[in-house]
């Protein structure tokens, strides 16, 4: 049988909730680092998708595709293993905390990539390291992947304040639902995942963890909700360090 292969980003949330949750079900496979806009048709032809968006992470295995880090995580759960992401009794409260955690993510998107692409030092460091000898050249280039990003995901359709309470919601939902304990749905689950990830664009969780250069990590924290749930920023790293590996050195 092939093994998996995975087309992810690596700083990328939706990447990362996809690769914790093949982890918890001790699922190998192999990672493929994406390039968007460069490597759009290639992935486009795999998945045989010639209309519409395509985004990463997407799993090839077992002969098929699948397209976001949800059915992932549902594919990797049908496989075994100790863990049980989906309790089979709770199945709309895990996919209402995955609909949460998406929304989180999509306000948050566009929060932090102005602010990316704004900075000359975080901008450097979301260029690809074989072309980072590219030098004064990569400005224009992470000029265009931010509009790139703008139209595709039409980040400028919502101000920043409606955004910012929209991400309250979703996490003072969060706050309630923990009600200071350790897990949405009694034990670990992929709820936990996601809005542990989800919270990446609060403040990104420590480098052993997931790497990310200085200036990516200073861009990616929004001081304003980092302070206001710092309080789930802590259950969050209690979470990773329980329950994700760290990355090797």
């Given at each position: ?49 010639w ?22 995580a ?28 998406e ?147």
């Amino acid at each position: 049988m092939a093994t998996p292969v995975l087309y992810q980003i690596h700083y990328s949330p939706w990447s990362e909730k996809a690769r914790w949750a093949l982890a918890a079900c001790a699922v190998a496979y192999r990672k493929v680092e994406y390039l968007p806009m460069i490597e759009t048709p290639l992935l486009r032809a795999r998945l045989g998708r010639w209309t519409g968006k395509v985004t990463v992470p997407a799993l090839f295995a077992d002969g098929r595709a699948y397209a976001d880090s949800f059915a992932i995580a549902q594919w990797a759960a049908s496989r075994g293993g100790v863990v049980q992401l989906f309790p089979a009794d709770r199945k709309a409260d895990s996919e209402a905390w995955n609909v949460r955690s998406e929304t989180v993510l999509a306000h948050g998107r566009a929060l932090l990539t102005p602010r990316v692409g704004g900075d000359p030092a975080a901008a450097l460091e979301q260029v690809p390291k074989g072309l980072r000898w590219i030098g004064p050249l990569s400005a224009p280039l992470v000029a265009f992947g931010v509009r790139y990003l703008r139209d595709k995901y039409a980040l400028e359709a919502v101000g920043q304040s409606e955004r910012r309470a929209a991400i309250r919601t979703e996490l003072a939902a969060l706050r309630t639902a923990l009600a200071g304990g350790d897990h949405l749905l009694g034990t670990f689950t992929y709820a936990d995942i996601a809005m542990a990830v989800a919270l990446q664009v609060v403040q990104p969780v420590g480098d052993q963890h997931l790497r990310l250069g200085s200036a990516t990590r200073a861009a990616w924290r929004d001081p304003e909700l980092a302070e206001e749930f710092a309080d789930l920023l802590g259950w969050r790293d209690r979470l990773y360090d329980r329950f994700r590996r760290p990355v090797a050195q």
